[in-house]
Nanobody
Framework: VQLQASGGGLVQAGGSLRLSCTAS????????MFWYRQAPGKQRELAAA???????NYLDSVKGRFTISRDNAKNTVFLQMNSLKPEDTALYFC??????????????WGQGTLVTVSS
């Protein structure tokens, strides 16, 4: 199973970006999907999460600005980021809890996509 993330870039403060992450491979189903972020010199933190049923959870500092969603048919999770702030600058990673075709439950990670917000 592989997760491929895209959509990062350089944006001015107040701007928007949309991240995407698609899972592929030996997938039976996907449970929760996540977006984590890691700023320079800081620990990785969970920015947003979404269950298979669509329930969501957000880091307090992104509530009201970020929206996580998913397309189950395409095994894809999105992160719409609005009103971006310089402190949102980080490497963003997607993750998913996957039930494989062998019926194992495994947590997979994608490569990071860099988001840089200039002031």
């Amino acid at each position: 199973v592989q997760l491929q993330a895209s959509g990062g870039g350089l944006v001015q403060a107040g701007g928007s970006l949309r991240l995407s992450c698609t899972a592929s491979g030996s997938i039976f189903s996907i449970n929760a999907m996540f977006w984590y972020r890691q700023a320079p010199g800081k620990q990785r933190e969970l920015a947003a999460a979404i269950t298979s049923g669509g329930s969501t959870n957000y880091l307090d500092s992104v509530k009201g600005r970020f929206t996580i969603s998913r397309d189950n048919a395409k095994n894809t999770v999105f992160l719409q980021m609005n009103s971006l702030k310089p402190e949102d600058t980080a490497l963003y990673f997607c993750s998913a809890t996957v039930v494989t075709t062998a019926r194992s439950i495994v947590n997979y990670w994608g490569q990071g996509t860099l988001v840089t917000v200039s002031s």
